[in-house]
């Protein structure tokens, strides 16, 4: 079991370029999740694929954002003309989700993209 | 909406004390309830949860009871090390749509 794991772990970017990051779920896991975390805070849910389907979208998830998982296993976010405030810890999560709604499903965590848009 | 609040860290102790971190949510509905913890410089880690009211999660001595009246979730331990040093987070998911909600985090020191 080797984790989820986010490339790259950190990245420097100018304001108005455009950056992306990879997430590599759990081999097994069919649900994905995208965070967001600033210092001091808890994270902010993004948005989540099911499989290849992107269920969910935050209004955070600005037009500057989009996600993709598209063989249903890996996953990519790309923003497109960053903006200082776009500065945060990007984390991704995986779960294995059954035919049947379970309550309480854990999250898997990877170590989180860290970007800094100067 | 669905919130949580957990007390302002950080919160310092020494070794072999008593641990409480507060945590109260709103919902509107009935969630479930996580304990996450963050160790200096690793990922995010599921530390315990509870699914229904009067249920206690518990984990490396660490406990916390789904209290529903009061809708709350204080994480508790007995006798803290210093390897309990790091960030808490309480967090809440509704069957509707599996997004964690999460407070801001507590930092805990725990001096030798």
């Known amino acids: 079991d080797t984790g989820v794991s986010q490339n790259p772990r950190h990245k420097i970017t100018k304001r108005g370029q455009n950056v992306t990051f990879r997430c590599d779920p759990i081999?097994?896991?069919?649900?994905l999740y995208w965070y967001r975390q600033t210092l001091g805070q808890g994270p902010e849910f993004l948005t989540y694929?099911?499989?290849?389907?992107?269920?969910?979208k935050s209004r955070l998830l600005s037009d500057r954002f989009s996600a993709e998982r598209p063989k249903g296993s890996f996953s990519t976010l790309e923003i497109q003309r960053t903006e200082q405030g776009d500065s945060a810890m990007y984390l991704c999560?995986?779960?294995?989700?059954?035919?049947?709604?379970?309550?309480?499903?854990?999250?898997?965590f990877g170590p989180g993209t860290r970007l800094l848009v100067l | 909406g669905n919130s949580v609040t957990q007390m302002e860290g950080p919160v310092t102790l020494s070794e072999e004390a008593f641990l409480t971190i507060n945590c109260t949510y709103t919902?509107?509905?009935?969630?479930?309830l996580f304990w996450y913890v963050q160790y200096p410089g690793e990922g995010l880690q599921l530390l315990l949860k509870?699914?229904?009211a009067d249920d206690k999660g518990s984990n490396k001595g660490f406990e916390a009871t789904y209290r529903k009246e009061t809708t709350s979730f204080h994480l508790e331990k007995g006798s803290v090390q210093v390897s309990d040093s790091a960030v808490y987070f309480c967090?809440?998911?509704?069957?509707?749509?599996?997004?964690?909600?999460w407070g801001a985090g507590t930092k805990l020191i725990i001096k030798p």
């Open positions: 919902a509107t509905g009935y969630p479930s």
């Open positions: 967090a809440l998911s509704m069957d509707s749509n599996y997004q964690l909600i």
């Open positions: 081999s097994e896991h069919n649900r």
């Open positions: 999560a995986s779960s294995l989700a059954g035919l049947a709604a379970m309550r309480g499903e854990t999250q898997y």
């Open positions: 694929f099911q499989n290849e389907a992107q269920l969910e």
């Open positions: 509870a699914t229904k």
